[in-house]
């Protein structure tokens, strides 16, 4: 088998454009992944284009050989572009023999994941919206919720701010009790010491961790955090390769990893973090804040992992249209999400609806402005 063409799309969401691709092979079979990084789409459109030269005619059915050509002709970099064709191929490869890829890629551990929602806040940054917006997620059947209350906070806050963010925080705890864990997002706002004082305030709310509480490629400033608070710190979106996770896990005090799927290289290279990991360990919560393909892709990961804590899910409160770009797409019920047992990836793209949401300039998350938490395209 070879590939042969391969086919680029931009989604508009309004607060991150999502950038999919489809590869094409002399078989007929094709298989899609997502590109998507960060806040920037169109140069990795074009990225994707530059790449092609290092997969157009080889086998799909060897990723890991479509990869290291990719990863040595960028000079052994990693990007979300290179990261949407490996998962591709996977696709492919199931569709070809017919098999899912958590089949591929050992089996199941787990037949459903639970999941945590994220993107729910869309709305004032007030304690009391906040506590209505996390009962109603609970009434869906959520048991773990993620959310910044920090607002606009870089490096250092403000006494007002700092007790606001902490009055939003005692708010959901007390409106969902016990019925939720409670994931603190610190969208590596803070310096070391803002995020200890800030960490051993969370204590008394008992959260399951707080996420990037300082710039999460700093790994110096993350294990002297995590050795000053007793909540447990997660991190690791930022991380490009396999050796900065085992630069974070020999510290032996940071036990949480969030590999970003697609900035790390695709599905082989994040299933070989998750065994590093394991070898330290750890548990595993992939990043997740793409589109619902994305959920996909870790959803085939997470099942087949040992060492699995929960998954990152959007899908829910993302826009109307969200799932209609997709055909098959798994939603969460109750606080769950199954796997695909379809080939591959077990979804495919709606490209009719797809063409309905073109990109957008101005689709971009501002997280040090105010009111970034409405996810609103700015006017």
């Not at 391969?6 to 607060?15: A, I, L, Q, R, S």
Request: glycine share 8%.
């Amino acid at each position: 088998m070879r590939i042969t063409d391969v086919k680029t799309y931009v989604v508009g969401n309004p607060w991150k454009n999502w950038v999919f691709v489809k590869l094409f092979t002399d078989e007929g079979i094709t298989g899609i992944g997502e590109a998507t990084g960060s806040l920037s789409a169109m140069p990795i459109v074009e990225q994707l284009k530059e790449l092609s030269r290092f997969y157009i005619g080889m086998d799909p059915l060897n990723p890991g050989r479509i990869y290291d050509r990719m990863y040595k002709g960028l000079f052994l970099i990693n990007n979300s572009a290179m990261g949407a064709i490996e998962i591709a191929c996977w696709d492919i490869i199931g569709k070809k023999y017919n098999i899912p890829i958590w089949q591929m890629l050992g089996g199941k551990y787990h037949d459903k994941l639970r999941v945590y929602a994220n993107g729910w806040y869309k709305g004032p940054r007030d304690p009391i919206f906040f506590a209505e917006r996390a009962k109603e997620l609970v009434e869906m059947g959520y048991t773990a919720l993620k959310f910044d209350p920090f607002g606009k906070a870089y490096r250092f806050t403000d006494p007002a701010d700092e007790k606001l963010s902490l009055k939003i925080i005692r708010a959901v705890r007390d409106a969902v009790g016990d019925k939720a864990d409670l994931l603190i997002e610190g969208h590596d706002r803070f310096s070391v010491s803002t995020a200890i004082r800030i960490g051993n305030a969370l204590e008394e709310f008992e959260p399951m961790w707080f996420e990037t509480p300082v710039m999460s490629t700093d790994i110096s400033a993350l294990v002297a955090v995590a050795k000053a608070i007793k909540v447990p710190v997660a991190t690791g979106e930022k991380f490009h390769r396999k050796d900065e996770f085992a630069d974070l896990l020999h510290h032996r005090v940071i036990d949480i990893i969030q590999p970003e799927t697609l900035d790390v290289g695709g599905i082989a290279e994040t299933k070989k973090v998750c065994g590093l990991a394991e070898a330290f360990e750890a548990f595993v919560a992939c990043h997740q804040a793409q589109s619902p393909l994305n959920t996909v892709v870790n959803a085939h990961i997470h099942a087949t992992l040992p060492n699995f804590l929960i998954q990152e899910c959007f899908d829910d409160f993302l826009e109307p249209w969200s799932m209609d770009i997709f055909v098959d797409m798994p939603r969460v019920v109750n606080g769950y999400i199954e796997v695909p047992n379809k080939p591959g990836l077990g979804i495919d793209l709606n490209e009719e609806e797809i063409a309905k949401h073109p990109y957008g300039q101005d689709n971009f998350l501002r997280l040090f402005e105010d009111g970034w938490e409405t996810r609103a395209r700015e006017k």
